[in-house]
């Protein structure tokens, strides 16, 4: 009898088991990564962008010199600085979920440049927040987001990987210098759909072809951009990109909804523009006579 009743005990439990869909590696894991020159006060103003109480979360800390392992020889002594600012929190989302990143006190790089980069570096399936205390460029807090991402995975991102997404963050910021945000970031993500043919291109077939690109979005680079998109491709054609390439797929059609709305937001607004001059030109036209 016993045994019948712990036989049926162990089925249930089986049975309750198969019936509780099991989570996905690491999801739901979350982690802090914190500046490492922020004073206690500039800390707990972080925590507050984050929602967060600390001690809630793991804690991490990154120091100026592992943002200059990727960084330095990038971008300028001015953006780099000597002191870790930026901040990062990162919670690990179901599989397919998608990316969802968000920002606070970043003046130089967007969230859908972060978003990029991140696919870029492997990561696809989070939530990112970036902050600071205070206004700050914002390129550190890549080296931020892997030193979390790879404590909840217990897995080191590929090094390739992550060089490239960091030159691929600074080179798409200092291209937003110069055009609209949003369309540096789909001009870049154009490029990475392109790896498997810009691989068979010489740099001059690929010159021509970051042209027409950037035409069809209404822009002339300088020669100079020209050859920094050209380098991050060659830089981009030495990963593994079929995933990579389905994600930016879709993360593409998302700012070209974006930038659709944006064209209509203008012409809008050049219609009220063309309505209201309209309106004191008539007026003009009493007052003349």
Not at 205 to 226: F, K
Request: net charge negative; glycine share 8%; aromatic share 6%.
């Amino acid at each position: 009898m016993m045994k019948k009743a712990l036989c049926a005990l162990l089925a249930a439990c089986m049975l309750f088991a198969l019936s509780v869909p099991a989570l996905a590696v690491g999801e739901g894991q979350e982690r802090v990564v914190i500046g490492a020159n922020l004073t206690d006060e500039q800390i707990a103003a972080v925590y507050g962008q984050f929602g967060l109480a600390r001690g809630a979360v793991p804690e991490l800390t990154v120091t100026n010199a592992e943002e200059r392992d990727y960084l330095e020889g990038l971008v300028g002594e001015d953006i780099i600085g000597t002191n870790s600012i930026s901040c990062v929190y990162i919670r690990t989302t179901g599989a397919n979920t998608g990316l969802s990143v968000s920002s606070t006190n970043i003046s130089w790089c967007t969230d859908d440049m972060y978003k990029a980069a991140l696919m870029t570096a492997g990561i696809y399936d989070a939530q990112v927040m970036v902050g600071a205390p205070f206004a700050v460029s914002g390129t550190a807090a890549l080296t931020g987001i892997y030193k979390a991402y790879e404590s909840i995975t217990g897995v080191q991102l590929q090094q390739e990987a992550k060089s490239a997404a960091t030159d691929e963050l600074v080179i798409t910021a200092e291209l937003a210098d110069q055009i609209d945000d949003i369309d540096a970031v789909a001009i870049v993500s154009e490029l990475k759909l392109m790896l498997d043919e810009t691989r068979s291109m010489s740099d001059d077939q690929l010159h021509d072809q970051v042209d027409t690109i950037a035409s069809q979005y209404g822009y002339t680079l300088e020669p100079g951009t020209v050859d920094q998109l050209i380098g991050l491709c060659r830089t981009l054609e030495s990963l593994s990109t079929s995933e990579l390439q389905d994600r930016v797929e879709q993360f593409k059609s998302t700012l070209s909804t974006v930038t659709q709305y944006a064209q209509q937001v203008q012409g809008f607004g050049e219609k009220i523009s063309g309505i209201f001059q309209s309106i004191v030109d008539f007026f003009s036209g009493l007052f003349d006579r």
